[in-house]
């Protein structure tokens, strides 16, 4: 059984990772370059005038060591690449969560092939990507967003939230625990995401828009691979 899991989970991780690197390399980046133009743009802006303030009152610092910038790749292949890393083990990542979760179907007497798998890889788009978006919806660079610990709260308490609801809804059958999952599927929802004070920010929100729809569709995309590639393995490894 272990056997089992550790080689689904890195197959299937593996394929939907390329699969999404690529989809990403085709919508994704372009809108966050487009969006890390308007960025800087309005970095800049708001730097100049606090530069000439401090021209002005001559603060004298001007053998102050500046401040090392933060690392990132370089643009081009190194950047892509480091890219497709971070897709193909983000992707493996979630196929050990996904085959677990087929792994303990399977002792409870539901068999998973390539079919069951696309719907196991919808219900991870549920949980992962779409009742977390409902809430808060993929950023670009530049948007105003809230406390990165309070959606990051929000986002694992959404996820677990979703994927006990729907287990209960699926996988039970008294009326009960149903009426229970559907209270969790809308509880993270009543209580509501985090948002920022001030909404805004330097990205145009058609910009903002078409990169929140992209990056739900490229999540789809990821999903039923995932689902689908591993539903298969799992099948032929019986």
């Not at 800087?40 to 000439?52: I, L």
């Not at 009543?190 to 990205?203: C, D, N, Q, R, W």
């Not at 078409?210 to 019986?238: D, E, H, N, P, Y």
Request: proline residues 5%; charged residues 15%.
């Amino acid at each position: 059984m272990i056997r089992r899991i550790f080689v689904t989970a890195l197959l299937a991780g593996l394929v939907a990772g390329l699969v999404v690197a690529g989809a990403q390399q085709l919508r994704l980046v372009p809108l966050i370059a487009a969006a890390e133009v308007y960025e800087s743009a309005d970095a800049a802006a708001h730097a100049t005038p606090a530069a000439a303030t401090s021209a002005e009152a001559g603060a004298g610092h001007q053998h102050m060591a500046a401040a090392e910038p933060e690392w990132e790749p370089e643009e081009g292949l190194e950047r892509i690449a480091y890219t497709v890393l971070a897709d193909v083990l983000a992707g493996i990542g979630f196929a050990f969560i996904l085959t677990g979760a087929v792994a303990l179907a399977g002792l409870a007497g539901r068999e998973t092939d390539a079919r069951s798998g696309v719907l196991w890889g919808l219900a991870g788009f549920a949980v992962f990507t779409v009742a977390p978006s409902l809430g808060l919806p993929p950023e670009l660079p530049g948007m105003a967003a809230a406390d990165l610990a309070q959606r990051q709260l929000w986002w694992i308490g959404t996820a677990l939230a979703t994927a006990a609801g729907l287990g209960l809804i699926v996988f039970r059958r008294e009326r009960a625990l149903r009426g229970a999952g559907i209270l969790l599927l809308l509880l993270p929802h009543l209580v509501g995401a985090p948002h920022p004070a001030e909404h805004g920010g330097s990205v145009p929100p058609e910009l903002a828009a078409q990169f929140a729809i992209a990056s739900i569709a490229t999540a789809a995309l990821f999903w039923v691979v995932l689902g689908g590639v591993g539903g298969w393995m799992w099948k032929r490894l019986a």
